[in-house]
């Protein structure tokens, strides 16, 4: 059967509505090199190409190309792209050909280019009770944005005087447990040609204006998802959740937000058959999901409540059923997460699937439920969604349970693996997690050589996490290899400031390989940073004790005691430090101190036993 141009266009259709985007632009480009004159042909490369962020390459089709859709698409683009342009101060006279040659091909077909669109960004955005938050957000927005929409919910604080501040349009809404309702009205407020959603709790990263423009200049597209880092605890550096929502999207009328609570925007964009496409160069860090805002906030209950009440109309709404496991995941809730999860439907094309199942695991996992937490696991990878988070969940439960060579397999099977681009889910399992418990693992079988590699691996990966830096200290203290501890104790000093605990450790792995000059100074380094470190007195006490240094190890000794003096083995190794030295009453007045702290300290009753019998030979 030849293949017509109908068949070529029929294949790309049919492709596309598949989502298979490579496929139809290859359909098109094959057609298109068969059959160079023909317009339907050319209109439908052209305009597959500007759907792939290829407009200049679009251009070259839009003579031949039959309708007006192509040559308005690339009018409007290049219009943009000049204003763009100027606004980054770039000289771009192939823009300004561009637009000049469509104009003509436009007036030559008698097609009305009118009104082209102008640039102009609105950043919408509802808020109550955020002056905590509110200044430092819009402070990311100046400069970028040319409209900042405020609508405010019912703040009893600074927020609305906050929000003037900037010169934001204020609108205010009555709160009816709608957020989408919300959303909505700030929309209706705007007048710009984009929107960007954003929140009192998240910031804008810096040098966004060029991402930003970049995607404005397609108003062919209908939105364009942004790299959302969330984090979920106070130190910045670990601990982060990272997902691709669409925040940047169309001003148009039909496209509003949908769902009461974890609204989204997609659904009405796609309605009108408008792409959503992805944004590099940019993201937002946001703070809201951090245990002390959730608290101050009470932001827990509330969406507990609207979850629930949304699932009381459509008990078996997948998406819900995911938030509020997620929600309860998060709250510590693992019984009524794990519940949660088991009724949501299994569908492999969710974006959010795998973390789902993964999630569903470790609240198993946290409640000691390991034969069905493997099972989850089980059964997430014959539904076709295992992965990275699977596979890191699995070795995760069999390590607690003592299956030590099945969790290595499990977890090394994660190397190469990755979250795809927009799908929720721990990144830094990807990026260092799923190596430090590879080398964790390979410590619990005595494989010290190989967990070196593994944690100098995660350490490289996440070169500010000090939990990482220890890691790998350990398992050089555990391999014996000194030069491999100096390389590693090199690493960390050029990375952090020490502080007390830091030196203590790296003291103690310098030790355990016989470097002991070297963990004496990293003991002094400990006792310098912070004065008051009873223990590090202690460990460079043991150090001097067992190098023959009896009288400094006593002086040590006691200062550490001075800080702590409560510990009955403190006072016990004292008594040891005495007794060498030579202080034989010292030592037995260290040893009853021991004892009157804990009476069951067999060897310091031992010892205080020896002096004794010592003493009444010596009377005799």
């Known amino acids: ?330 709250a510590g809730r693992f019984e009524e997460a794990a519940e949660t999860f088991s009724r949501a439907d299994v569908n492999g094309r969710a974006p959010h699937a795998q973390f789902m199942m993964h999630l569903w695991a470790f609240a198993l996992l946290q409640v000691a439920r390991h034969d069905e937490a493997i099972e989850v696991c089980d059964r997430a990878e014959k539904s076709g969604i295992g992965g990275i988070l699977i596979d890191y969940a699995r070795s995760c439960i069999l390590a607690e349970q003592g299956r030590l060579e099945e969790a290595l397999a499990a977890v090394r099977a994660a190397r190469g693996k990755k979250l795809a681009p927009g799908e929720p889910g721990d990144r830094a399992i990807e990026q260092h997690r799923a190596k430090s418990l590879e080398s964790s693992i390979l410590l619990e079988l005595n494989r010290a050589e190989e967990a070196v590699v593994a944690a100098r691996e995660a350490f490289a990966s996440a070169p500010t996490h000090r939990d990482l830096w220890i890691g790998w200290l350990r398992a050089a203290e555990m391999a014996e290899d000194g030069s491999e501890l100096v390389t590693a104790f090199s690493a960390g000093a050029d990375q952090f400031e020490f502080d007390a605990e830091l030196c203590v450790a790296a003291g103690r792995a310098f030790e355990s390989t016989g470097r002991n000059q070297n963990a004496l100074e990293c003991y002094q380094q400990a006792i310098e940073t912070q004065p008051d470190h009873a223990n590090a007195y202690f460990c460079a006490a043991d150090l001097l004790l067992r190098q023959g240094f009896a009288l400094e190890a006593a002086e040590a000794y006691q200062k550490g005691l001075g800080f702590e003096p409560y510990f009955a083995e403190g006072w016990f190794m004292l008594g040891n430090a005495l007794y060498r030295a030579g202080s034989y009453d010292g030592a037995a007045l260290a040893y009853r101190q021991a004892l009157e702290l804990d009476e069951s300290h067999d060897r310091a009753a031992a010892n205080l036993a020896i002096i004794t019998e010592d003493e009444s030979e010596r009377a005799a």
């Not at 827990?300 to 995911?322: C, G, I, K, V």
């Open 1 to 330: 059967m030849p293949l017509t141009p109908a068949t070529y266009l029929e294949s790309a259709r049919s492709l596309q509505a598949e989502r298979s985007w490579d496929e139809a632009e290859a359909a098109l480009a094959e057609g298109a090199r068969r059959y160079p004159n023909d317009p339907d042909l050319n209109a439908a490369y052209g305009l597959c190409l500007c759907a792939r962020a290829r407009e200049a390459q679009a251009l070259h089709y839009a003579e031949a190309a039959s309708g007006d859709e192509l040559i308005k698409t690339l009018a409007a683009h290049f219009h943009l792209k000049i204003q763009a342009d100027r606004r980054l101060k770039i000289s771009d006279q192939e823009s300004s050909a561009a637009l000049e040659s469509i104009r003509e091909l436009a007036i030559e077909r008698g097609i009305d280019l009118n009104p082209l669109p102008d640039l102009r960004l609105s950043a919408c955005m509802i808020v109550r009770d955020e002056e905590a938050h509110l200044t430092e957000c819009l402070a990311t927005l100046d400069g970028i944005c040319d409209e900042i929409v405020v609508v405010d919910t019912g703040s009893t604080d600074n927020t609305v005087k906050i929000a003037e501040s900037f010169g934001a349009v204020i609108g205010h809404f009555d709160w009816c447990d709608d957020f989408s309702a919300a959303r909505n009205a700030s929309l209706e407020l705007a007048s710009g040609n984009w929107a960007l959603w954003i929140d009192a709790d998240e910031r804008l990263s810096p040098n966004s204006l060029t991402a930003l423009l970049s995607a404005m200049v397609r108003p062919h597209f209908g939105g364009f998802t942004i790299p959302m880092i969330n984090f979920l605890s106070d130190d910045l550096t670990r601990d982060r959740l990272e997902h691709r929502p669409c925040r940047l999207f169309r001003l148009h009328p039909s496209i509003r937000f949908e769902g009461k609570i974890h609204e989204q925007i997609t659904t009405s964009i796609e309605a009108l058959g408008l792409q959503v496409a992805q944004l590099d160069g940019i993201h937002i860090d946001h703070f809201g999901y951090q245990k002390s805002e959730i608290e101050r906030k009470g932001k827990a209950q509330r969406t507990f409540s609207m979850l629930e009440s949304e699932l009381a109309l459509n008990p078996t709404d997948s998406f819900h059923l995911f938030n509020l496991g997620n929600a309860y995941f998060s």
